[in-house]
């Protein structure tokens, strides 16, 4: 069975501090992974999608996540945090079920940003 | 201009009642899909439909129902069997042609749902 952890619930940086949102994943077959941006009452946002082509993918805001096969991650990072990045954060493995791919989230991680 | 709009943003139900959350998209897309956001929980999918005229029961069906009688459209039901039916819910479609797996999802903007 493929599922996804995000290992934290909460991260707390300062305006201008890299940022590094934990994923784990476990799948029994070479995933897909994606991470999505949610402000508060709003929808979800793809910020960037592994796709196999590279393991360092680079996504919208600045942001960009490393495939790690041996470690089974797919961390989320921005070497600088700015007060817009404040947000929930969602790490997703796309899951082959019943022949279509159904994608599974993990809980989210909140990203709290002081000035 | 495509995307995906959900309506109402706001609804508020009594107990007992049945109500219908509205989703439509315009990208073509085969794929749509209902989610059930909860502080905390991240978003449980509830239906999803891969093609018209069929839909599969997600990870908390019940106390739900859908239909997809268009490809543009797919519309929830939140009966009065769903026991506790507050929740912010999302509506989104992909493209799942050729089975890949890459194609990402498109969200809309939800509907808080509130049972006074």
């Known amino acids: 069975a493929q599922s996804v952890t995000q290992l934290d619930s909460h991260v707390s940086v300062s305006e201008g501090t890299p940022v590094l949102l934990r994923c784990n994943y476990s799948s029994s077959y070479s995933p897909s992974l994606f991470w999505y941006v949610q402000h508060p009452n709003k929808g979800l946002q793809l910020l960037l999608k592994y796709t196999s082509a590279a393991t360092l993918v680079k996504g919208i805001n600045g942001f960009e996540a490393e495939f790690k096969k041996s470690e089974t991650s797919f961390h989320l990072t921005k070497p600088s945090a700015h007060m817009s990045d404040a947000a929930e954060y969602f790490c997703?493995?796309?899951?082959?079920?019943?022949?279509?791919?159904?994608?599974?989230f993990g809980r989210g991680t909140s990203l709290i940003v002081h000035p | 201009d495509g995307g995906i709009t959900q309506s109402p943003k706001y609804l508020f139900r009594k107990e007992g009642q049945n109500v219908t959350l509205s989703c439509e998209q315009n990208l073509n897309h085969d794929a749509m899909y209902w989610y059930r956001q909860d502080p905390g929980q991240g978003l449980r999918l509830i239906y999803y439909?891969?093609?018209?005229?069929?839909?599969q029961k997600g990870d908390i069906a019940e106390g739900y129902s859908v239909s997809r009688e268009k490809k543009e459209s797919f519309p929830l039901t939140v009966t009065s069997a769903q026991k506790n039916p507050t929740a912010f819910y999302l509506c989104?479609?992909?493209?799942?042609?050729?089975?890949?797996?890459?194609?990402?999802?498109?969200f809309g903007p939800g509907t808080r749902l509130t049972v006074l």
């Open positions: 989104a479609s992909n493209a799942q042609t050729g089975g890949s797996s890459y194609n990402e999802q498109f």
């Open positions: 439909s891969q093609i018209v005229n069929d839909f």
């Open positions: 997703v493995v796309s899951v082959l079920s019943g022949g279509s791919y159904i994608p599974t």
